[in-house]
Nanobody
Framework: QVQLVESGGGSVEAGGSLTLACKASGFINCMTWFRQTPGGEREGIASFYPTASYTSYANSVKGRFTVTHDKSQNTLYLEMNNLEPADAAIYYC????????????????????WGQGTQVTVSL
């Protein structure tokens, strides 16, 4: 059983930056950030594969968001730059033991472990 604890959400003006963190209680080989707006689907936006440092991004965040991982702390980060109002959502960290081909697919049904979520608000 792996527990995930997110932190770092908050409010920011459009164009600003935030960094989210997700601390895992143990090693797991596929970690992904998802986000969900009220009434919307939970969307996978950035994946990281710690054993090979592979990354994968949804088109909606590519070039603005960066996912990194600190092996010593078992912590996944999401650096979010040039935030837009459309980025406002609850952000979730999720993890599973998956091969990269499935990890990078970012299908929420594939993920076993979920954090509690952290709110990101972006104002004009």
């Amino acid at each position: 059983q792996v527990q995930l604890v997110e932190s770092g959400g908050g409010s920011v003006e459009a164009g600003g930056s935030l960094t989210l963190a997700c601390k895992a209680s143990g090693f797991i080989n596929c970690m992904t950030w998802f986000r969900q707006t009220p009434g919307g689907e939970r969307e996978g936006i950035a994946s990281f594969y710690p054993t090979a440092s592979y990354t994968s991004y949804a088109n909606s965040v590519k070039g603005r968001f960066t996912v990194t991982h600190d092996k010593s702390q078992n912590t996944l980060y999401l650096e979010m730059n040039n935030l837009e109002p459309a980025d406002a959502a609850i952000y979730y960290c999720a993890a599973a033991m998956l091969p990269w081909t499935r990890c990078s697919g970012r299908r929420k049904e594939e993920y076993t472990y979920w954090g509690q979520g952290t709110q990101v608000t972006v104002s004009l």
